[in-house]
């Protein structure tokens, strides 16, 4: 199977918030955020609370502390998001907009593009996920193949790809609705 495909910077946006969703290290990260917020706020309102602060009073504190718990992830979010626009915006600049060409054959997968032709081994590929718009192909390299739905033949690679996963026992994540949350 051989077709045409041209990736825009939303789609390197995309797989880059569903790395980051799904990597360990970033939930990890955000959780302690969001905890030791929640813990600093505490402390403030128990030394308020035994000092007999009157500036704030320790429910003041605490009140402050639970609205910031509930509005810190939306605002992490937006972080997070304009971080990988940034981060997207400078690594890959020079991909955006440029024609490449795939055709799974055999055991490979050959491309070609603005800077050369290469052949990867489909025997390297580690796992399949399939979000809303996208397929995402990872690689044992921990390179990833974007493939936007809109803009590969469907029903073609359908077909290849349940082969590729019956062939490599390949894991498959299947999550249409997915959000960077």
């Known amino acids: 199977m051989k077709f045409e495909l041209t990736l825009n910077e939303e789609d390197y946006l995309i797989q880059s918030l569903y790395a980051a969703s799904k990597s360990e ?3 990890k990260r955000r959780r302690t955020t969001l ?3 929640g813990f600093a706020f505490s402390l403030m309102a128990l030394s308020s609370y035994l000092g007999n602060d009157l500036s704030f009073t320790w429910w003041d504190f605490l ?4 609205i910031l718990i509930v509005c810190y992830p939306l605002y992490q979010r937006i972080l997070y998001l304009r971080h990988y626009r940034k981060s997207v915006a400078e690594t890959y600049k020079n991909r955006f907009g440029k024609s ?3 055709e799974f054959r055999g055991d490979q ?3 070609s593009d603005y800077v050369g032709d290469s052949k990867l081994n ?6 399949v996920y399939e979000i809303g718009l996208y397929f995402f192909l ?3 390299s921990a390179e990833v193949l974007i493939l936007p739905k809109d803009r590969i033949p469907m029903e073609d690679f359908k077909a290849v790809l349940n082969q590729l996963i019956d062939k490599y026992h390949l894991p498959y994540t299947q999550e249409l ?3 960077f949350r």
Do not use: C, D
């Not at 009140?63 to 639970?66: C, D, N, S, V, W």
């Not at 489909?122 to 796992?127: P, V």
């Open 63 to 66: 009140i402050m502390g639970l």
């Open 109 to 111: 997968l050959l491309t």
């Open 25 to 27: 290290l970033v939930r």
């Open 138 to 140: 990872k690689f044992k």
């Open 35 to 37: 905890m030791l917020l």
């Open 177 to 179: 609705n997915w959000k």
């Open 122 to 127: 489909l025997g390297q590929l580690e796992q």
């Open 100 to 102: 490449s060409q795939l």
